[in-house]
C-alpha cells in the first residue's frame, strides 16, 4: 500500500488537472516511499490544500525519456519542462487517476504535521488522510472517458494504443484479456465460437475496469469471424452497454496485415478476405456510430506518435 504526499503547485496546474488536460504532475525529487495519493497544496496566492488525486503509477527515468512518454497529457510545453528539469539526470513523473477537488478548501493548520508548505514531498500519516478524504468531493471532478478502439486482427491497434493513448494517461485494455479474466477463451486462430457469451464476460469484466480507471482504452473489434468462419457483427446493444465515449477505428492495407499476421501467429491469411473483413468492420463500426449518437473517427494504421492531439473535451481528433 502506497503513501499518501503533499505536495506545493501552482495554480495553474492545478487548474490542468482539474480541468483533465495535465494528467501527469512532475518532480525533480524522486520518491522514497511509493505513493498511491497526492495532496495538492496551492500556492500563493490560494495557499491552501484544494484537491487529492489517485496515483496510478510513476515513471522515473531520464528527463528525455520521461517527457517522450508523458508529452500527450503533460498539461505544459516543452520549454517549460526543459527549464524545469535543467541539468537534472532524472525524472519523475506522476500518471494520475481521479481526482477530487475539496469541498471547502483546507489551511495546513488543519493537519497535525505540517508545519510549512513542503519544499519536494510531504508524506501524510493516517490521521490527517482522514481529514483530507472527509472534506474531498464525492464525485471526481473530472469525468470518466471510455475510448473504444477496434479494427480487424493485425491491423495494429494495440502498438497505437500504446504510443498514443497511454502516454495520454489511458489504461489500456484488450477486449480478449476481459474475457480471458471472466474464464471464457479465446481462440487464437481469431475464430470465435459463442460470440455473444463472450460478450456477456466482456461486459462484466468492462464494468470492473471503468470503475478502476478513470481513462479506459477498450482494444477490440467491430466484427468477429465466427465458428463457422463468417464475419459476424457485435450486436449493438453490446456497444449500447459499454457507453463508450468516442470510436475509433484504424484501418490498414490488407497485404500488410497479412505479413503481420503470418509473422505474429503464423498463420498465412488472404488479402482478398481480409479487405472484405475490413469493410464489414467498417460499415458495422458506423453503424453503430449512428445508432449510439457517438462520433467515429477512422484513422490508418501508419499514424505515428503526435498525429492524435487530446483536445479539452477528451476527444483525440485527427491533425
Not at 129 to 150: D, T, W, Y
Request: net charge positive.
Amino acid at each position: 500500500m502506497g503513501r499518501a504526499a503533499l505536495i506545493s503547485i501552482h495554480p495553474q496546474h492545478v487548474a490542468n488537472i482539474l480541468s483533465g488536460m495535465k494528467i501527469f504532475e512532475y518532480r525533480k525529487v524522486v520518491p522514497q516511499y511509493e505513493v498511491s495519493h497526492l495532496v495538492f497544496y496551492c500556492t500563493a496566492p490560494v495557499m491552501k490544500i484544494v484537491a487529492v488525486a489517485e496515483v496510478l503509477g510513476c515513471i522515473i527515468s531520464s528527463p528525455t525519456r520521461v517527457w517522450n512518454i508523458t508529452s500527450a497529457g503533460s498539461g505544459i510545453s516543452r520549454r517549460f519542462f526543459r527549464e524545469y528539469f535543467y541539468g537534472q539526470k532524472t525524472a519523475s513523473a506522476f500518471s494520475l487517476g481521479k481526482v477530487y477537488e475539496m469541498r471547502e478548501s483546507l489551511g495546513l493548520s488543519c493537519l497535525s504535521g505540517v508545519k510549512a508548505p513542503p519544499q519536494s514531498f510531504y508524506y501524510l500519516d493516517d490521521a490527517d488522510m482522514r481529514v483530507i478524504l472527509e472534506n474531498q468531493s464525492a464525485i471526481p471532478s473530472v469525468a470518466a472517458h471510455m475510448v473504444f478502439v477496434g479494427g480487424i486482427h493485425g491491423v495494429g491497434k494495440t502498438t497505437i494504443s500504446r504510443n498514443v493513448f497511454e502516454p495520454a494517461g489511458y489504461q489500456c485494455v484488450t477486449a480478449s484479456s476481459l474475457i480471458a479474466e471472466h474464464g471464457r477463451k479465446t481462440d487464437h486462430d481469431k475464430r470465435v465460437d459463442g460470440v455473444g457469451d463472450n460478450q456477456t464476460a466482456l461486459l462484466h469484466e468492462l464494468a470492473n475496469a471503468k470503475a478502476k480507471h478513470g481513462r479506459l482504452l477498450l482494444d477490440g473489434h467491430f466484427t468477429l469471424i465466427n465458428g463457422q468462419d463468417e464475419i459476424e457483427p457485435i450486436d449493438v446493444e453490446v456497444f449500447r452497454a459499454m457507453k463508450p465515449n468516442q470510436l475509433i477505428l484504424i484501418k490498414g492495407r490488407p497485404e500488410e496485415i497479412a505479413t503481420r499476421l503470418k509473422e505474429r501467429d503464423g498463420k498465412k491469411w488472404k488479402s482478398s478476405f481480409l479487405a472484405k473483413f475490413q469493410e464489414k468492420e467498417e460499415a458495422h463500426a458506423r453503424r453503430v456510430a449512428k445508432e449510439l449518437g457517438v462520433r467515429l473517427r477512422i484513422i490508418g494504421s501508419d499514424i505515428v506518435k503526435g498525429h492524435l492531439v487530446r483536445r479539452p473535451d477528451g476527444e483525440f481528433p485527427v491533425v
